[in-house]
């Protein structure tokens, strides 16, 4: 049975939205505004040892924007381009991206079943609504909050809207040189 890990950029106020800056809000690219070379070898490093990309379709249509063009001199654009990608939607017909399985119907039914039928571990990343229905299914094995030394104020939270609480055991803290945590979570049901 494969495992769902969620990755996520978040503020110090718990803040997702744009980090990278492509969706053109307020806030975006508050994420880029703290080069951490360290924190680019953790996340090539995370999408390494993944076998597969889980997401929303709206974090989804931005990733198939930017990804195929891109190219880098660590990786990170070769490997997000040749992973393995389910795209939850129910309006997505023809994905564009390769390596591309749309996920049609209840996306927790859906996420369940694959979980089930994979050997290795699907990463999540952005895709708040679908990461929120995950957490409230209890289908999240690992959480990694990626958290920047920097308050917005206002954006779209991760937890907005979750169902009631989710008792969560730290498992890992990293302090990054930039002054950037990584926090890793486990649901204590698992």
Not at 174 to 189: H, K
């Amino acid at each position: 049975m494969g495992r769902v890990v969620v990755s996520e950029f978040l503020s110090l106020d718990g803040v997702m939205e744009d980090p990278g800056g492509a969706e053109g809000s307020e806030h975006g690219g508050w994420s880029l505004r703290l080069p951490d070379p360290e924190g680019y070898r953790y996340k090539l490093d995370e999408i390494a040892a993944h076998d597969a990309l889980l997401l929303g379709r709206t974090t989804y249509e931005g990733f198939a924007e930017a990804w195929p063009s891109r190219t880098d001199e660590i990786g990170f654009a070769d490997r997000m381009n040749a992973m393995t990608k389910y795209v939850v939607s129910s309006t997505l017909r023809a994905p564009r991206w390769q390596h591309t399985t749309v996920l049609a119907g209840n996306a927790t039914t859906a996420v369940a079943q694959l979980k089930s039928e994979m050997a290795g571990d699907l990463l999540v990343a952005g895709s708040a609504m679908l990461v929120r229905s995950l957490l409230d299914a209890d289908l999240v094995d690992e959480l990694r909050l990626m958290v920047f030394p920097v308050v917005l104020g206002d954006g779209k939270r991760l937890f907005d809207g979750v169902d009631g609480p989710t008792a969560l055991e730290l498992g890992e803290v990293r302090r990054l040189d930039s002054g950037t945590c990584i926090l890793v979570y486990r649901p204590s049901s698992h």
